[in-house]
């Protein structure tokens, strides 16, 4: 048979042509809501009952966010419900509720050869990708992103159809009827929903939903102190009143308890024998399970299983433990002779190059979550089939994990979303889910396994360490007209995306992403300020210490070099720091409006003259934010007294839930500014209790004022907006306040 070139052109177009006929062929899931009795199902987000009872589906774990508010809130507000009657239900793993706008955002690691094509949330390889792995990870300030548009559309659609059902029994046009407060209305005439929402199931929803002409929004001062609001938290007064239900509350009948210790971190850690003699005395003992680099004792009650660990005396072997010291000197090695990789370049790169006026050295040590929750998890399996209760923010990564550790298919794991007690991306992570799956399959009952504080210090991943030497060069004005950033790190965003999407074990991790270099990990390094010539470097450092993901991510610690060191510049210059800032943003009119506005709220007086303040602002995606820490020095020693914050988060979906945001986010970079961090010694870490942590006390937080600018723009996330600028911000301000200079967090690493 002979073949010719055209021979194989039409069959590459025909086989072609069939191939992509197929992938772009409409696709159908199935209803992941089951209605219950007096119930009807109107799509994926929205069922209605019989009662009125409007609940609204949330694909992301709460952690605290509020996010069991706020896409109900934006579903009551297209759909004219009324908010005593909104219920909420966590919603299953599903293909219909992919988070393409966090896949597009992370597509450099699940797709790291050609990431651009898939940079897109609506491009067709990232809606397939996402809807394939079943993508609903709450990440990065991306809920509202990826989930507004549908809840609005859904919403859309079930009015629509209720208007359907009563405008047939008015013998009205449809589109002449409207919703208020859980009632379908017209000319006088008003019917529930609950005694419509049969009927309206049964009618099909217009082609286009008919969207309101305005989406869910509340204005800034909307809602003065004491002013009652319009969307109260629907989690609040469960978790006031402790009904709340947490992957540690669950309880199943013939259950055990079990608690866990892990070695060290270091190279080639594993378990090098127990004495399980004095835990077999022991009353309700049950057994002791091996795993890898860990053992855990399994019993009726969790303080037998822990107090027979205690007794078992388990002894590892490791071949290197982590030491700090070998982390500080491998940054020190990276950036004198590491190779570097330059991820952002703008203007003329000979104005950057060699050394410049002014270079200055900041360091940034790890940092732990220190959630409130530590690693908690229930699970059973029989007959093949797994049940797991846990709060994840990947819950279908975590089906994989387990279905991979219980040796069955994933079709057969079933995993019931739990709320976190705060996760601040620790529960990005999932080993506690695996090793619980481990000791339910050894002991054959099901098993809740919580880590202790200590092993969730010991065990949990921190943030990675940090070296940057920054340096700068004038003009002639004292202006900056060059500025250069050379960042020394592992590459921990590909670490963790090894872990997440490739199922790599932490050392995997570290070895592929070994020399690569990482912009995620550098996010928020290029400044905010009109300088006409810039350079980014990262200097990739291997270290055997895992890193891990952490609320503020790569802005806890680039807004951190960027604010200290334009600060710096101002000072060495001879000029006030506000107005230093404020001639490079021309370019950002939004950004400088949080400056002025900050700067009002509080009473700013120039940064000079040891006033113990200290400015600093920040971009995260749309959102911006300025803030003004004030601090004094008196015999006790330093001390933050206010934080004036004014935040640009476009449209403002809640306002009161912003604020909380907000103002968590300050605490929590108070938090990183004068703790949080941990040294190693042996592969174990130096604090083993919150109360080595240094973090800020109810009676140390400082007063804070919240304040927000009205815009039309796309909503912001504003949870992390305040964990980026509370470090450079106090340490400004400490300036200020001492005339010394701290350039490592935390801050008081530092002699004063």
């Keep these: 048979m002979a073949v010719s070139r055209r021979g194989i052109l039409i069959g590459a177009l025909a086989g072609g042509g069939l191939a992509l006929g197929y992938a772009l062929r409409p696709r159908h899931f199935p209803l992941p809501l089951t209605p219950g009795e007096g119930e009807f199902a109107f799509d994926a987000w929205i069922k209605i009952g019989t009662d009125g009872v409007v609940s609204v589906a949330v694909p992301q774990v709460e952690m605290g966010q509020g996010i069991t508010t706020l896409i109900p809130q934006i579903v009551a507000h297209e759909l004219g419900a009324d908010w005593r009657q909104v219920a ?14 966090l896949a597009a955002r992370w597509a450099p690691l699940w797709m790291p050869l050609m990431p651009s094509l898939a940079d897109d949330p609506d491009g067709f390889v990232t809606r397939r990708w996402a809807e394939d792995h079943r993508f609903n990870a709450t990440a990065d300030g991306m809920s509202l992103a990826a989930y507004e548009a549908p809840a609005r559309a859904a919403a859309a659609s079930a009015r629509a159809m209720l208007m359907q059902a009563a405008a047939a029994r008015w013998n009205a046009a449809w589109e002449t009827c409207d919703t208020q407060d859980g009632f379908v209305v017209h000319e006088g005439k008003r019917l529930p929903f609950g005694a419509l929402a049969g009927e309206a199931a049964a009618f099909a929803p217009p082609p286009t939903p008919p969207l309101r002409p305005a989406a869910m929004a509340e204005e800034p001062g909307q809602f003065p102190p004491g002013a009652p609001l319009g969307y109260p938290r629907l989690d609040l007064p469960s978790k006031v009143d402790g009904s709340w239900t947490f992957a540690g509350d669950v309880r199943l009948p013939d259950m055990l308890h079990a608690a866990i210790r892990h070695a060290p971190l270091g190279v080639s850690a594993s378990l090098a024998g127990i004495d ?30 822990d107090t027979a660990l205690t007794r078992m005396k388990p002894r590892f072997k490791v071949a290197a433990g982590i030491e700090s010291s070998g982390i500080d000197n491998a940054l020190d090695d990276a950036m004198r002779a590491g190779p570097v990789h330059r991820i952002h370049a703008s203007g003329d790169m000979a104005v950057v190059k060699g050394g410049l006026p002014l270079q200055l050295r900041y360091e940034v040590a790890p940092a732990v979550h220190a959630t409130i929750e530590t690693a908690s998890v229930t699970v059973r399996l029989e007959n093949g089939r797994l049940e797991i209760w846990a709060g994840t923010q990947v819950p279908e990564a975590t089906r994989v994990a387990a279905a991979r550790a219980a040796g ?8 019931y979303p739990m709320p976190c007690g705060g996760s601040f991306d620790r529960r990005l992570e999932f080993g506690h889910v695996v090793e619980a799956v481990v000791i339910a399959k050894e002991t054959g009952r099901p098993v809740q396994l ?13 943030r990675a360490p940090v070296v940057a030497v920054m340096a700068g060069r004038f003009d002639t004005d004292g202006g900056i007209a060059g500025w250069r950033a050379r960042v020394a790190m592992p590459p921990s965003a590909q ?24 912009p995620l990990a550098l996010e928020g390094a290029v400044p905010v300020y009109a300088i006409p010539h810039v350079a980014v470097d990262h200097i ?14 790569a802005h806890g610690y680039t807004a951190f070099f960027n604010e200290s060191f334009v600060d710096e510049m101002a000072h060495k210059a001879g000029r006030e720091p506000l ?14 409006e949080c400056l002025q506005r900050a700067a009002a709220l509080a009473q700013w007086g120039g940064g000079g003259d040891n006033s113990g303040q200290g400015i600093a602002c920040h971009v995260i995606g749309e959102g911006r934010i300025a803030v003004v820490a004030s601090a004094r020095r008196d015999e006790n020693g330093v001390r933050v007294d206010k934080l004036s914050a004014v935040a640009d988060i476009g449209r403002i979906v809640n306002l009161d839930i912003a604020r909380q945001q907000i103002e968590g986010g300050l605490v929590f970079g108070l938090g990183l500014a004068l703790g949080c961090s941990i040294r190693y010694e042996g592969g174990r870490p130096g604090a083993e209790r919150l109360s080595d942590l240094s973090l800020p006390a109810l009676a140390e937080c400082p007063a804070i004022d919240v304040a927000f600018v ?20 106090v340490a400004n301000a400490l300036f200020s306040a001492t005339g010394l200079r701290f350039r490592r967090l935390p801050l008081f690493d530092e002699e004063l």
Excluded: C, H
């Excluded at 909420?88 to 706008?101: D, G, Q």
């Excluded at 919580?450 to 921190?462: D, F, H, N, Q, V």
């Design 88 to 101: 909420v239900e966590p919603a299953p793993v599903s293909a219909l509720y992919a988070n393409f706008a």
């Design 276 to 305: 399980e003699g004095p835990a077999k005395r022991m009353k309700g003992f049950v057994q002791a399970v091996k795993g890898d680099g860990w053992v855990a004792a399994a019993a009726r009650d969790w303080w037998t299983a």
């Design 408 to 415: 069955i298919e994933v079709s057969q794991v079933v995993l």
């Design 450 to 462: 919580t880590w202790s504080r200590s092993e969730e210090m010991r065990a949990g991943l921190p």
């Design 495 to 518: 670490e963790f995306g090894r872990r997440l999407f490739g199922g790599d074990s932490p050392a995997e991790a570290i070895r592929a992403a070994a020399g690569k270099a990482d």
């Design 540 to 553: 990739p450092v291997e270290i055997a210490l895992p890193a891990a993901r952490l609320r503020g991510n």
């Design 579 to 592: 107005s230093y800032r404020m001639a490079m943003l021309g370019k950002d009119p939004r950004l400088a």
């Design 710 to 729: 009205e815009s039309a723009a796309e909503p912001a996330d504003p949870g992390e907006l305040g964990v980026a600028v509370a470090a450079p911000a």
